[in-house]
């Protein structure tokens, strides 16, 4: 190689360094907040962020119960007392999986009249907009 080949190469690979050091930084589906919206026939009865681990006991007037675990971006139906434990069957919800998901971004357990969803920040504000 020649010098001039050398101080080409140099430009280019510096050039490329400051390009990737320098471009913007995108926002992710990581970065912002979702939340589970609980929805009992029909009726949203509770909106909770989708940030720290915990379980939620849902229960209903006639003696169903589902358990919800929750975790930072995503959440499972853990248990049930319906007859067809389809709804516990139906897997993990996550910003990452809703795009590969047969129900999207929805957990539901038809005995019961539940559906879990998530959805983004914005959708949660428009809920609680008057």
Request: hydrophobic share 40%; glycine share 4%.
């Amino acid at each position: 190689m020649k010098r001039r080949d050398l101080i080409i190469l140099a430009v280019v690979l510096v050039a490329s360094l400051a390009l990737y050091l320098l471009r913007p930084q995108a926002v992710t589906d990581q970065d912002a907040t979702v939340y589970l919206r609980i929805t009992v026939d029909g009726q949203t009865q509770e909106l909770v962020a989708l940030t720290e681990e915990r379980e939620i006991r849902i229960e209903q007037e006639n003696g169903d119960y589902n358990i919800v675990q929750i975790f930072p971006g995503g959440f499972r139906m853990a248990e049930s007392n319906c007859t067809n434990q389809d709804c516990i069957h139906q897997g993990d919800v996550t910003v990452d999986n809703i795009g590969s998901r047969a129900l999207a971004n929805e957990i539901i357990c038809l005995p019961h009249k539940l559906v879990l969803s998530l959805v983004t920040q914005e959708e949660a504000q428009q809920e609680l907009a008057p």
